[in-house]
Every structure is written in structure tokens, then in C-alpha cells.
């Protein structure tokens, strides 16, 4: 009986080690670093410079290759309000503890400030 409880969590301890690799993102993959900036406006990714080669087949045939990111970092470059943070980010600096506790106190006493009508809107 004992014996079969410790091989039992020795394989449920090497599936658990061995399923664990599924969880780590695919190597060579693109992150933000394709964005470019060129001193006044953000560089969208060459698309053809993301595309990976497909590793499965069906029916014996190829799969075509895919743009990973080509998409999501293309429209990130568009929305980017101060385009150069993308290549020299600016440091964080220390939050303002005063404005945030103010703001938690406005919340939860129901008087909240709202929204400017000139500059933004509400999702309704």
C-alpha cells in the first residue's frame, strides 16, 4: 500500500514537472521591442520580419506561416501618445499617497468627482 501511494505521487509529480513546459511562451517570440521611433513618430513592425514557420501539418501539407504580434503591435505603435517612451522609457516615480487615499475616501463616502464632459465620457 505504500509503495503504491509514493509511485503514484512520483508520476503525478513527473506529469506535473513535464506539463509545466507548456506553460513557459513559445521562444523567439516578438515583444515590444519591434516598435521602432524614428525622433517623432512610432515605427509600426515590419510584418514579415515577425513571421515564424508553422511546426504542424495537416494532411501531410505544411500549415502557412503566421505574424506573431504583427497585428497588436502595429496598433500599439498607432496609439502610443508620447511615442519616444516606447524607446527611452520614463522612470516610475513615487505615487502621491495623499491623492490616492483622497480618492478611496471620495469612493466610499459616494462623493465622487465626476468626470470632466468636455474632455472625456462615461461608457453608458
Not at 520580419?49 to 503566421?66: F, K, Q
Not at 496598433?75 to 519616444?84: D, S
Amino acid at each position: 500500500m505504500k509503495h503504491t501511494r509514493v509511485l503514484t505521487l512520483l508520476l503525478a509529480g513527473t506529469f506535473a514537472v513535464a506539463g509545466s513546459g507548456c506553460f513557459k511562451p513559445p521562444r523567439n517570440m516578438p515583444n515590444e521591442s519591434v516598435i521602432g521611433f524614428d525622433g517623432a513618430s512610432a515605427v509600426p513592425p515590419d510584418c514579415d520580419s515577425l513571421a515564424r514557420p508553422s511546426l504542424l501539418t495537416d494532411a501531410g501539407i505544411r500549415r502557412p506561416s503566421m505574424q506573431w504580434g504583427c497585428a497588436t503591435y502595429t496598433n500599439l505603435a498607432a496609439q502610443l501618445a508620447h511615442p519616444e517612451d516606447a524607446v527611452h522609457p520614463q522612470t516610475l516615480g513615487p505615487a502621491n499617497a495623499t491623492a490616492a487615499a483622497g480618492a478611496v475616501r471620495r469612493y466610499e463616502t459616494g462623493k465622487v468627482i465626476p468626470l470632466d464632459k468636455s474632455t472625456s465620457r462615461d461608457s453608458k
